[in-house]
């Protein structure tokens, strides 16, 4: 997904939609780069973790790479100052070198600095400063982090000083909390939540649309796909994205032009999601 859109079946929403998940993630991110704390941020799969940090941060993780800063264009510097901190994929094969390489490759990138040549007291000292500090290094996928990698994450933390979030699976803060020096230091916990059901009635119209069609709150066989639609998935937004493209898949083999409760169950049979209530 795009960090700006929410892509249904090929299609887009072009405003990413702020649900109140969202707001409480971005009020959670915002203290966490404020008060330069360690953060957690949980939730189960799907429900929309990752998308929200990426709109957040708007970090593109290609801005940090050497052959773009080594020739950085006013684009480039214009694009980073829209960000408001770096967002990195833990690998699900990690080491502490490779985990320390890829936070400095991005951070120095927020900070236009990264040189292979550049000795670590410089290096330090540049991203320290006010103007180019990178105030966020969001790490997805934190369940990844072997006990090593997460020691070369706290240190290099402690060396340079910006807020910090870990976003995995529900139970990652039990785990840390096996890390003295690492859980000492946690300053902030959020949980991310499903959509609620008033942000679904309010999200599914704008999907109607994008598959060229109109949701009628009068018709009833609209109100019961809706209705389907929100037991099958309960506020899962991967689970969403999956069943809204198997929708359209079999409005078009069958050459429908209206969305029903028919069509939503013979999607959900095309899903391995397990037998809904």
């Known amino acids: 997904m795009k960090m700006n859109e929410l892509e249904i079946s090929g299609k887009s929403i072009k405003e990413f939609v702020q649900t109140k998940e969202y707001k409480r993630f971005q009020e959670f991110a915002n203290s966490v780069a404020e008060y330069k704390y360690i953060g957690i941020c949980h939730g189960e799969a799907g429900v929309g973790k990752s998308l929200a940090a990426v709109f957040y941060t708007k970090w593109d993780e290609k801005i940090g790479d050497e052959k773009i800063v080594d020739g950085i264009t006013e684009e480039i510097k214009n694009k980073i100052k829209g960000c408001k901190g770096v967002m990195i994929t833990a690998p699900v094969s990690n080491t502490p070198k490779i985990i320390n390489q890829s936070i400095r490759h991005n951070i120095s990138g927020f900070g236009y600095a990264h040189n292979k040549s550049m000795g670590e007291e410089d290096f330090i000292k540049i991203l320290q400063d006010a103007d180019r500090h990178c105030p966020l290094v969001i790490i997805d996928e934190a369940d990844r982090l072997n006990i090593n990698s997460l020691e070369a994450v706290r240190d290099i933390y402690d060396r340079i000083q910006f807020g910090l979030i870990f976003i995995g699976m529900p139970g990652i803060e039990k785990r840390f909390s096996r890390y003295p020096q690492l859980y000492s230091r946690l300053g902030f916990s959020h949980e991310f939540k499903n959509l609620t059901e008033d942000e679904m009635r309010f999200l599914f119209p704008k999907i109607w649309k994008t598959l060229g069609f109109e949701y009628n709150s009068d018709h009833y066989p609209d109100i019961e796909a809706m209705n389907t639609i929100l037991r099958i998935t309960a506020g ?36 391995i999601i397990g037998d809904s209530e």
């Open 236 to 271: 899962n937004f991967r689970l969403i994205d999956r069943l809204f493209s198997q929708i359209k898949r079999i409005l078009k083999i069958n050459k429908l032009d209206r969305i029903t409760k028919e069509v939503v169950e013979a999607a959900r049979r095309c899903l």
